[in-house]
Structures are given as C-alpha cells and as structure tokens.
C-alpha cells in the first residue's frame, strides 16, 4: 500500500518547491503538505483539462461509503471494476508528485522497521492517482484523489508486498489524456515500476 509519501522542497529539490508554490498560489484557502504527507493533507495533483496539465490542490482519500475514514489508496488489478473507482478510473486519472514514499517492514514479533523508498536517479516521480469530486457534511465542494498501487517490485518486496504505481516519464500523456478510455491500455500502465530503488531506514 501506501499510506504515507514525502514532499522535500529545500534548495536541492527545485522543481518540487516550484509545484508547492505554485499551488499555494492559487489555492491560498488550502494548507498543502510538504515533508512527511500524511492521509486527509491537502497534497498537489496534475490533471488534464481541455488538453493542458493543471497543477491542483487535493485532499487525500475519498470518503469511505461507511461514513468514516477515507479510501487512500485504489488496487490495480481491480480500480477498473470497483464502483468506487472505475468512472474515475475512466474520465478522472491524475498523477501525485513526490520525492519518495514510506512503508513499513513487519517482522515476527509484530514490531516495525520503517523505510523510505525513492527512485535512484530521480529526484520527482509520480505516482499513478485518481481524482473527483466530493461535498463535505456542510455540502461544500471539494476534490479527493487516491493512490493506486500494484504489486511491490522484487527488490523491495521483501519491506512490503504492495507499491504505489510509478509511472515512467513515457506513460504520463497517456495517462492523464482524457481521450484515452482504453481500459486494457490503461491497465497495462499499472505494474510495478522497473527502475532501481534507494532505500533507507528511517529512525
């Protein structure tokens, strides 16, 4: 799974600090995450509109149909078919940036290890998402997105046996164009990244 991602935007990640600018910009009403990015933060997302990439604000999870709690992330091998997810899964993909994603290797006696996991020789990936709208129990507007996730790639399956899609530079018009209503070619963008990973433990 994923539940937690990091936003670096110190001097030697310029290209994250300019997305967190811009979107504080012009969402000035929404408190976007950075550092450790947690379920429910205000996170920026890109979509497609009338054929051009926007840099958004979202919040993260949709609301569960239970009433409590938000779904954060989607599952690959069935986001196509779930009625929570698959009008989205059509008509409202989006693609979350971060600078690595956090997971947590359990052991025996049950106790923890937590890891940070980013992308060798990328210092921005993003991450496969969905996004749509939602109100809010005082019926005010808002947009949601959630994660998909695919089974882990072997050299980090051993910390998690789930990972967030990470889609190469090549998938991303692909994914974000409206147009493409493929589902088995939207589908084959959602496997585990192929690329070297960096991981670190983290105290």
Known sequence: MCGRYLVLTDEDYEEMQNIIDIVSKNYKESSV?????????NIPVIY??????????????F????????I??????SVHEKPMFRNAFISNRCIVPANGYYEWLTHEDKSKTKYLIGVKGKRLFFMAG??????????????AITIITTEASEEISFIHDRMPVILPDEAINSWLDK????????????????????VTEVS
């Open 33 to 41: 995450a950075k550092g450790e990015v947690f379920p429910t933060n």
């Open 48 to 61: 497609s509109h009338n054929g051009k990439k926007v840099l958004s604000a979202a919040k993260w999870g």
């Open 63 to 70: 609301p569960s149909y239970k009433g409590s709690g938000v």
């Open 72 to 77: 954060i992330n989607a599952r690959a091998e």
């Open 130 to 143: 969905l996004y749509n709208m939602f109100t809010d129990k005082n019926n005010n507007p808002y947009t």
């Open 179 to 198: 147009n493409n209503r493929d589902i088995d070619l939207l589908r084959s963008m959602l496997v585990p990244f192929s690329s070297a990973f960096s």
